[in-house]
């Protein structure tokens, strides 16, 4: 059985798993470059560092480090 720590702590490198809620669909390398805006945006306000990313026409698979201090998973 699978254990799942819905509130990582600060300084942990976690798998995220995003997707869109139209299987099938191109939106996100449709629009890679407003994808990349959103990206370093929050990145900019938030903190996080990016250790691999994969970004496919409906998903993306990310693997992050949150940084240290106050839990903001969700702004993220």
Partial sequence: MSI???????????????????TGSS????HIKDLRAA???MVAEHPTVCVAMVVLPDHLH??????QGPRAVSAR
């Fill in 4 to 22: 799942m720590d819905r509130f990582p702590l600060p300084g942990q490198t976690r798998f995220f798993t995003l997707r869109l809620a139209r």
């Fill in 62 to 67: 990310a693997v992050l480090t949150l940084p």
């Fill in 27 to 30: 939106l996100l390398v449709d």
């Fill in 39 to 41: 990206w370093a945006a």
